[in-house]
């Protein structure tokens, strides 16, 4: 009883303070917004690419057709070299005439290449162009409208969309603070307030309290995602592919291994003054080694070690791989061994450090 | 304690010939923070019932006495049982008896009067019902103030608040640290008449507090407490008594009156204060009197602003202390 009590005045006590309440829910939807606009959206805007193979007299009349336009960047070459543009983003769609010269009156054979992920952006663009050029070919040259032949090819692309992963990343973070700052800078107010000792007159078991206060955060944790899943998807198009039930596992045990830093913080911070400070230090490097708006890959060696055994590595790829990775609770497993023996650690070093007291003892009156 | 003889009219007052009867026995407590001793050698007996004041400046040990009754700090000497039952070494087991108001009056800022109080009660591992809840909001002068946030509340509120907190496990000894500590005149009367209801419904209560009135007022036994030591203990009445036709002779004079120049045994006229004030702690107040404007008369002094008070508590302290009870 005194747990869901407490569990109830601790949520109630984040939902209440506006301060927190921006930390929680705005502040990582601001994030998300501007990186989402600046990085995200910017490719949308640029040319669009076309790649032409094959039979040259073909790619020939569909240059001319399209070549005029400003916006369109015509590249000709192979069809290996130009279907693997598309994978790394350098072609919007290929189309490859059938190299063997059709007799005349009969159909030539065409085959498109697209990215089924870009048809809301360029790609789709490139797509309406190249087969209303064929059209008018087909027409102009022959008088036939069905002198092509159009099979369309999807290419998988594996790569994801750049706000696909940057949105699993904007929850790590948003937990990562919420649940270290949530926690560390109320348990030190409280402490040289005097509520902690309040508490202590009372028969509630000690970890109870703390469990209580964890599942505050936990409730929190759960919201923030909720809200940045649901603007993810309503606003900026991100497909959700994986497990929800891996993901909130992530979320249950990223909360509980946050919330228990938090707690080693408040026991380390002697006064309220350096708990921001302390927990500061700890989490602002981790939001960029841990791979949260972009990925790692070109650091150093040596940085990127230190970035694998990060908590919020662990917390951020996990979110990834089930949030639109396409993985399994089974899957992740690494990742949820990882944050189970940094809970571990944090929760065995913050009982160590935990205080009822202030650090000043008072021994007057 | 050698005699259980309980002999009913006189239980309320004389506890310490009683211990059958005790709410709280202290025995031998003793503090010490590096050198200094906190708390030095301490005994004392609340009966079930009784109001039990400590009386003393700050820093005198009167929270740190407090605080190892209520199991926060661990004595270094001495044995304290709250009925019966020994606070230490497991304090735990004395928690569903007592109910502690401490100095600190924060609470947690984003919740109302009313779900802090259930909070509390949780932690006690119990649930209000709405008659105990509507109670304690009536007894603390709350109800009003039910679904307010404690941010909002007042000082003298706050302090009632804390009261209210201490008594949501229902216990049977009160412990208030400086309830009235900050409060304006008015809101210290509404603090205790609250304590004085709390006295009536059959709570034992120990308190502390550095204004004379309000131990005069509530307790009916008070230890007055000097550098860790109880340096005297009574009721308010006696120990005032002890001084008997004691008198504070508050007057300005021209010229400075020094002390043996009067020649009364047993008083004492303290040095000019800085409005060149003088007091004179008087033995017997018509003597006095009498000695003080011959004495003016005799040698030309002009005696100015005579005032003149019948002796209590900060008297008493002052003769024990040889100081004022606040500086």
């Not at chain 2, 591992?125 to 105990?132: E, F, N, P, T």
């Given at each position: 009883?005194?747990?869901?009590?407490?569990?109830?005045?601790?949520?109630?006590?984040?939902?209440?303070?506006?301060?927190?309440?921006?930390?929680?829910?705005?502040?990582?939807?601001?994030?998300?917004?501007?990186?989402?606009?600046?990085?995200?959206?910017?490719?949308?805007?640029?040319?669009?690419?076309?790649?032409?193979?094959?039979?040259?007299?073909?790619?020939?009349?569909?240059?001319?057709?399209?070549?005029?336009?400003?916006?369109?960047?015509?590249?000709?070459?192979?069809?290996?070299?130009?279907?693997?543009?598309?994978?790394?983003?350098?072609?919007?769609?290929?189309?490859?005439?059938?190299?063997?010269?059709?007799?005349?009156?009969?159909?030539?054979?065409v085959e498109i290449f697209f990215d089924p992920g870009e048809e809301m952006g360029a790609g789709g663009v490139a797509r309406t162009m190249v087969m209303g050029a064929l059209d008018g070919i087909a027409k102009q040259v022959q008088g036939l409208p069905e002198l092509f032949v159009i099979e369309q090819t999807s290419v998988a692309v594996e790569e994801l969309s750049f706000i696909s992963f940057l949105m699993p990343g904007i929850i790590g973070m948003s937990v990562m603070f919420s649940c270290l700052f949530g926690v560390a800078s109320p348990l030190v107010t409280e402490r040289e307030k005097g509520i902690l000792r309040q508490v202590k007159l009372t028969t509630v078991p000690t970890p109870v309290f703390l469990a209580a206060k964890s599942a505050g955060m936990t409730v929190i944790a759960f919201l923030q995602a909720f809200i940045i899943i649901a603007v993810g998807i309503m606003f900026f198009d991100v497909e959700i592919s994986g497990s929800l039930l891996g993901a909130s596992v992530v979320l249950f045990l990223g909360s509980l291994m946050m919330v228990a830093l938090g707690m080693l913080v408040a026991g380390i911070a002697g006064r309220v003054e350096s708990v921001d400070s302390i927990a500061n230090m700890i989490a602002m490097p981790m939001m960029f080694l841990a791979g949260t708006f972009f990925p790692i890959d070109s650091a150093p060696s040596w940085l990127r070690g230190i970035a694998e055994v990060l908590p919020l590595t662990h917390l951020n790829s996990g979110l990834r791989d089930t949030l639109v990775g396409g993985q399994t609770l089974g899957d992740i497993t690494p990742a949820l061994i990882a944050m189970a023996v940094w809970t571990a650690v944090f929760i065995g070093a913050a009982s160590v450090r935990f205080r009822w007291e202030p650090q000043k003892k008072s021994n007057g009156g | 304690m050698t005699s259980n003889t309980v002999d009913s009219a006189s239980t309320r007052n004389q506890a310490d010939s009683h211990g059958g009867s005790s709410m709280v026995s202290v025995r031998s407590l003793g503090k010490n923070y590096g050198s200094l001793r906190a708390v030095d050698d301490v005994s004392f007996e609340v009966a079930r019932g009784e109001i039990f004041g400590f009386l003393g400046p700050n820093g005198a040990g009167k929270t740190t006495c407090l605080e190892m009754m209520e199991g926060l700090r661990k004595p270094d000497a001495g044995t304290i049982t709250i009925s019966g039952i020994p606070v230490w070494p497991d304090p735990a087991k004395v928690k569903r008896l007592i109910g502690v108001q401490t100095q600190s009056t924060a609470f947690y800022e984003e919740l109302t009067v009313q779900e802090v109080l259930?909070?509390?009660?949780?932690?006690?591992?119990?649930?209000?019902?709405?008659?105990?809840?509507?109670?304690?909001?009536?007894?603390?002068?709350?109800?009003?103030?039910?679904?307010?946030?404690?941010?909002?509340?007042?000082?003298?509120?706050?302090?009632?608040?804390?009261?209210?907190?201490?008594?949501?496990?229902?216990?049977?000894?009160?412990?208030?640290?400086?309830?009235?500590?900050?409060?304006?005149?008015?809101?210290?009367?509404?603090?205790?008449?609250?304590?004085?209801?709390?006295?009536?419904?059959?709570?034992?209560?120990?308190?502390?507090?550095?204004?004379?009135?309000?131990?005069?007022?509530?307790?009916?036994?008070?230890?007055?407490?000097?550098?860790?030591?109880?340096?005297?203990?009574?009721?308010?009445?006696?120990?005032?008594?002890?001084?008997?036709?004691?008198?504070?002779?508050?007057?300005?004079?021209?010229?400075?009156?020094?002390?043996?120049?009067?020649?009364?045994?047993?008083?004492?006229?303290?040095?000019?204060?800085?409005?060149?004030?003088?007091?004179?702690?008087?033995?017997?107040?018509?003597?006095?009197?009498?000695?003080?404007?011959?004495?003016?008369?005799?040698?030309?002094?002009?005696?100015?602003?005579?005032?003149?008070?019948?002796?209590?508590?900060e008297d008493v302290f002052l003769t024990l202390t040889g100081k004022e009870l606040r500086d």
């Open positions: 009883m005194a747990f869901i009590e407490l569990l109830k005045a601790n949520t109630r006590m984040h939902l209440r303070n506006r301060n927190s309440l921006f930390w929680h829910f705005a502040f990582p939807l601001v994030f998300m917004v501007l990186f989402g606009f600046i990085i995200g959206q910017g490719g949308g805007q640029g040319p669009v690419n076309i790649g032409l193979s094959g039979d040259p007299t073909w790619t020939q009349h569909v240059e001319t057709a399209l070549g005029g336009i400003e916006e369109v960047d015509i590249t000709k070459g192979e069809q290996d070299v130009l279907v693997n543009g598309i994978r790394d983003g350098d072609q919007h769609v290929v189309v490859v005439f059938d190299s063997q010269a059709a007799e005349p009156g009969q159909p030539v054979q | 259930r909070l509390f009660g949780a932690l006690h591992g119990r649930r209000l019902s709405k008659r105990v809840l509507e109670d304690l909001l009536d007894l603390s002068g709350l109800a009003e103030k039910r679904k307010a946030y404690t941010l909002a509340l007042s000082g003298g509120q706050k302090q009632r608040l804390a009261i209210a907190i201490a008594l949501v496990n229902e216990p049977e000894l009160v412990f208030l640290d400086e309830p009235t500590t900050g409060l304006d005149p008015q809101a210290r009367r509404r603090t205790w008449e609250v304590v004085k209801e709390l006295r009536d419904r059959g709570k034992t209560i120990i308190l502390t507090s550095h204004y004379m009135e309000e131990a005069e007022y509530l307790c009916d036994r008070l230890a007055i407490i000097d550098y860790g030591k109880i340096i005297a203990m009574d009721t308010p009445v006696r120990l005032v008594g002890q001084l008997g036709r004691k008198a504070r002779i508050n007057f300005t004079a021209s010229r400075p009156i020094e002390g043996v120049s009067l020649g009364l045994a047993g008083s004492d006229v303290g040095a000019p204060n800085s409005e060149g004030e003088q007091t004179l702690l008087a033995e017997n107040l018509d003597d006095a009197i009498a000695v003080l404007l011959r004495t003016a008369n005799d040698e030309d002094i002009e005696i100015k602003n005579l005032q003149v008070r019948t002796a209590n508590l």
